[in-house]
């Protein structure tokens, strides 16, 4: 963090490499869901890293669904959470040695609506 930034996370990040489905919401329809990787999650939101530079910008509403693997569920207190979710932050990212291909890292904060699944044993 920067110095003289404020911080302003609800809660504690765990840092924790899982699948996300995400799709844009806007006035152009429906758009498909594409795959990205998060780097890191808490209960109020997730970041990602992508070289999609045009599609997300702060205050966009998404669709966002992230799965926790199985190796990670001790860190994470569910197996998935999903619903809308906002983009709250665009990074800028530098990727040395890339030749001029631009990275941005993606804060997502979940929306009200966001449902969180844990897993249930099985009786038998």
Do not use: C, W
């Not at 996300?20 to 795959?35: M, Q």
């Not at 693997?69 to 999903?82: I, K």
């Not at 941005?104 to 044993?121: N, Q």
């Amino acid at each position: 963090m920067q110095q003289g930034s404020t911080e302003r996370r609800r809660g504690r990040r765990v840092e924790l490499a899982a699948s996300l489905s995400i799709r844009p919401l806007g006035p152009d329809g429906v758009t498909p869901f594409t795959a990205r990787i998060i780097s890191n999650i808490s209960l109020a939101g997730v970041y990602f890293e992508t070289d999609d530079t045009d599609t997300y910008h702060v205050n966009d509403v998404v669709i966002a669904s992230v799965s926790i693997p199985e190796s990670g569920r001790r860190l994470f207190p569910f197996t998935r959470v999903a619903g809308r979710s906002r983009v709250v932050r665009v990074d800028q990212l530098s990727e040395p040695g890339t030749g001029g291909s631009k990275r941005i890292g993606i804060a997502l904060e979940f929306g009200d609506d966001a449902t969180a699944l844990t897993s249930t044993p099985a009786r038998g």
